[in-house]
């Protein structure tokens, strides 16, 4: 027992560095919404200037420059200390300024890529300016040793601890007392507000930049002399630190300090196990207890869809839509077999690393680049399928080219397993899950002897086919030709693929789910399979290329699959231009390895300063260019060999004139509906219907719970009571399926997918539809009715707002669905608009399909709705004909808030309820 407990207090050390690196996460997120991937980075560049002043040297991070100063003499702990921290915070105000101040108004996915183009610099410098010789720090505290029975264990790990502990209560008092905190507290809530009361969120940001820099710098410095310093020592530390700032929801200082404090020293027990216990694991599972940590987190807060209000928007850039890609297919080929043919030696070689990243590369435009999801386990997936190649060629015997599929294919169903936690959870957490992920992958798979080789490797034999030898060669053939022409093969045909994916449903739905995931669903799109699917195909496509870096080396090591080789490959990746497959392909010429790298090794002689490089371009590409490099080459106006898709054509016939099915049986039925936030009701005991044939508004005062009840009718917030459509209860089914029997909305903030073009929007509403009339005619149809014909091609980001509400009118109707439940569709409006919205209504409605309509313009409500429903406090208070409802009582008292009988006149006092009469023209 006192062996347990005395690796707990050995593991106080590192978990109290992932404290002070999450509280530091905390401090940066609060004042600027920035996680900051490079905090673990920072901390080590701290802990370098530390143990060089200690030695009487100042560290340079300018290149060129000589790497360090001589300052005559070393300085005390106290003294170097104080200059290191103050290095530190000046580093944190020159990125912030420099960097996360620009992008203030960017994601925060875009923000954390930013951190770790940051990273990817900081590290590069650092290994470039001080080497990777290992640097020595002496101790900081007395190394005294206490008795814990047979056990002893080094009391420098408590005094640390109580530090980081004491640190952490300085700063929970600093927030909630001072007005410096008070002042950040208000910024984090509302910049506006801090604006509208005179505090500066700029100056708060910087001050906090710079308070976090030296509270991770401090972090670094106090564990330097328990940890060998070299320039990656400290970047790992991020990972835990991630998890325990997330068990803090990333703002509450004292869950992330005591969560990684338990982290730390969880570990140290999991080594002590690993060594004790003969049937635990060896490897890689003190590594799982941040993963686990994460997991526990997506248990407990992951939804699988956002709520209202926090929906994630992403900063990719436009993924194009391959078109007349015959001819530069081609002509690529063509010049690579070239490149092929006449290098030799180490530029051959490069040719053929860039064609393998290229493969890689594309994998990760798939996730990423159409699909949305952050992912920095693409080259872990790599690994895995090299590692699973040399198991299937080597032990099972199975030859070339069924071995490397079927690698690839177990690659698959470790994505897979990558991408379950995309279902609860987006954006940055999943970008933090998928590093977890990584970093497990290579400590429990690629490092661990009794899985395979180790780091002495997995052998892979040469692929054979048909007797000719396809493998690299060796000596004078190295590298062969017929090698680099397979690998080519395996490129052309990924990226042919990709053309099909980013053209057919399943590409335009990855795109729809990239944009926004409610109105994907809402549009009939299974969001979780969609983002399944996603991480399958760049899990197989990723296979793939590490199966041919397994042929290449002749050798599965964990070394080409490194964590932060991916995480610098994905810094390459998004600089190249992760939407598109031509940036994938760039990406792979742009690869560590690759041609570019070469020229700039053997040419133009920066060789060394290639990764600092690739993280300060993609710092620069995340701030002004999402589109990467890619999206600034000419587009060359290829000459059509096959029919492309030209511009949508409205000449479409009219379809025979519909009944309009009516009937007592409601379409729509909703029974005690209820909605619940915790303690308040949004929606009490709602009940209504729609039949055939008519309209039905659902008004009411602000905040009166119109849109949750939206929200509970489709599946998009929890709710109790019955909810039926057309005899059939669908209250247990998710948004999607209600959305595919016919119940189809729109939203209040439109929710449109801005990466798309309108036609491209309205066909993802039209894909999935009962109708039987061609989706091409219905969507040519719906867009002339509602005056988009025109604007068919354009990219809706450019709309005006009153266009996108009629975009997203379009993309809801031309489904044909049961029930159309619109929520704002004038908003946007002028009157004249509106009044001729309220007339296409009408024609909608008698074409067949019911709505229910939600908008505050009470004339095009009462002008329209044969039948109206009033909420006041999520509850129904009135219900009937625009007539009665005009008149009654409750109505009067939830607009006014006065009694009935104290209104003369109902419709002086609310000109709004009193709705004019449609012209001839306009009926």
């Not at 507290?185 to 308070?211: H, M, Y």
């Not at 057309?726 to 595919?740: E, N, Q, V, Y």
């Amino acid at each position: 027992m006192t062996d347990h407990l005395s690796y707990l207090v050995l593991g106080l050390g590192n978990g109290a560095v992932y404290a002070a690196l999450g509280l530091a996460l905390v401090m940066t997120f609060k004042s600027s919404g920035v996680v900051n991937f490079a905090t673990g980075a920072v901390a080590l560049y701290a802990a370098y200037t530390f143990a060089l002043l200690r030695k009487g040297e100042l560290l340079v991070p300018i290149p060129g420059l000589p790497g360090t100063i001589e300052l005559g003499g070393s300085l005390d702990v106290l003294p170097a200390m104080a200059v290191s921290l103050a290095v530190s915070a000046l580093l944190g105000v020159v990125c912030y300024l420099l960097i996360f101040r620009p992008m203030r108004s960017a994601s925060v996915v875009a923000k954390a890529v930013a951190s770790i183009g940051l990273m990817v610099l900081l590290q590069a410098l650092i290994a470039q300016r001080v080497g990777t010789q290992v640097v020595s720090v002496e101790p900081i505290f007395p190394l005294k040793t206490i008795s814990m029975g047979d056990a002893v264990a080094p009391t420098d790990r408590i005094w640390l601890t109580v530090v980081i502990l004491v640190l952490a209560v300085v700063t929970t008092l600093t927030f909630r007392f001072t007005r410096f905190g008070v002042a950040t507290e208000a910024a984090a809530e509302s910049e506006k507000g801090a604006f509208l009361t005179g505090l500066s969120p700029d100056r708060i940001a910087v001050c906090n930049w710079g308070l976090s820099s030296a509270v991770a710098g401090f972090g670094g410095i106090m564990i330097a002399p328990l940890v060998t310093l070299n320039p990656i020592a400290y970047s790992l530390f991020i990972v835990p630190a991630l998890a325990a700032t997330l068990v803090g929801n990333f703002s509450s200082i004292w869950l992330t300090v005591v969560a990684g404090i338990l982290i730390g020293s969880l570990q140290a027990e999991v080594t002590n196990l690993q060594g004790s216990v003969d049937w635990f694991p060896k490897s890689g599972m003190a590594e799982s207890i941040p993963l686990l940590l994460i997991l526990v987190y997506l248990v407990v807060r992951g939804r699988p869809l956002p709520d209202r209000g926090s929906v994630i928007r992403q900063t990719l850039g436009r993924a194009p839509r391959p078109e007349r890609i015959a001819v530069p297919a081609v002509l690529a080929t063509g010049l690579a077999v070239v490149a092929l043919v006449a290098t030799a030696g180490s530029w051959r070689a490069a040719v053929i690393t860039s064609i393998i990243f290229g493969v890689i590369a594309l994998s990760q435009v798939v996730i990423t680049g159409y699909a949305g999801q952050v992912s920095l386990a693409q080259l872990t997936l790599a690994g895995v399928s090299a590692y699973a190649l040399s198991v299937v060629n080597e032990h099972l015997g199975v030859p070339f080219p069924l071995a490397p599929i079927l690698a690839a294919m177990f690659a698959t169903v470790v994505g897979v397993v990558v991408g379950l936690p995309a279902l609860r959870v987006r954006g940055l957490p999943l970008t933090v899950v998928t590093l977890a992920l990584a970093v497990f992958v290579e400590a429990f798979w690629f490092r661990n002897p009794d899985l395979n080789g180790g780091v002495d490797g997995s052998p892979i034999e040469s692929p054979r086919i048909f007797g000719i030898d396809l493998g690299i060669g060796a000596g004078e053939n190295y590298p062969r030709v017929a090698f680099g022409i397979m690998c080519l093969t395996v490129l052309v045909a990924a990226g042919l693929g990709l053309a099909w994916l980013r053209r057919s449903r399943p590409g335009t739905d990855m795109l729809a789910v990239r944009a926004n995931e409610r109105s994907a669903a809402a549009s009939g799109i299974d969001v979780s399979r969609t983002k399944l699917l996603a991480f399958a195909i760049g899990a197989f496509i990723a296979g793939l290329g590490g199966a041919l870096l397994g042929y290449q080396q002749m050798l599965a090591t964990p070394e080409p699959f490194g964590v932060f080789l991916g995480i610098s490959l994905f810094a390459v990746i998004y600089l190249a231009g992760i939407t598109s497959i031509t940036g994938g392909i760039l990406a792979g010429i742009m690869a560590p390895g690759g041609l570019l790298y070469l020229f700039m090794d053997r040419v133009v002689h920066v060789g060394d300063y290639y990764a600092v490089l690739s993280g300060l371009l993609l710092i620069i590409t995340v701030m002004f260019n999402p589109d990467g490099v890619a999206g600034r080459l000419p587009r060359i106006p290829w000459p059509a060999i096959r029919r492309t898709r030209g511009k949508l054509s409205t000449d479409v016939a009219e379809p025979p004139p519909v009944t309009p099915a009516t009937g007592d049986k409601p379409l729509l039925q909703a029974d005690g509906v209820s909605v619940s936030y915790g303690a308040v009701k949004a929606a009490c005991d709602v009940g209504f219907e729609v039949r055939p044939g008519e309209i039905v508004g659902l008004i009411g005062p602000n905040g009166a719970g119109k849109t949750t009840v939206i929200d509970a009718l489709t599946g998009f917030a929890r709710s109790t009571g019955t909810v039926t459509l057309d005899g059939r209860d669908i209250s247990g089914k998710t948004p999607h399926a209600r959305s595919r029997l016919g119940l189809r909305r729109s939203f209040q903030d439109v929710e449109l997918y801005d990466d798309l073009t309108v036609a491209e929007n309205v066909a993802v509403g039209a894909a999935r539809s009962r109708s039987q009339i061609s989706a091409g005619d219905r969507i040519a149809r719906t867009l002339s009715m509602l005056g988009l014909a025109e604007m068919a091609e354009a990219e809706v980001a450019s709309l005006s707002q009153g266009q996108r509400q009629l975009v997203s009118v379009a993309r809801l109707l031309v489904s044909e669905p049961l029930v159309a439940l619109l929520d704002e569709p004038a908003a946007g409006l002028d009157s004249t608009e509106s009044r001729w919205l309220g007339v296409k209504l009408r024609a909608v409605r008698d074409a067949g399909t019911a709505i229910l309509l939600v908008d505050h313009d009470m004339e095009l409500v009462l002008t329209v709705c044969d039948r109206v429903v009033v909420l006041d406090l999520g509850t129904v208070i009135a219900s009937g004909t625009p007539e009665e409802v005009r008149s009654h009582p409750e109505v009067l008292r939830a607009y006014l808030g006065v009694p009935a009988d104290a209104v003369a006149d109902p419709a002086e006092a609310i000109p709004e309820l009193h709705a004019p009469t449609l012209t001839p023209q306009e009926a």
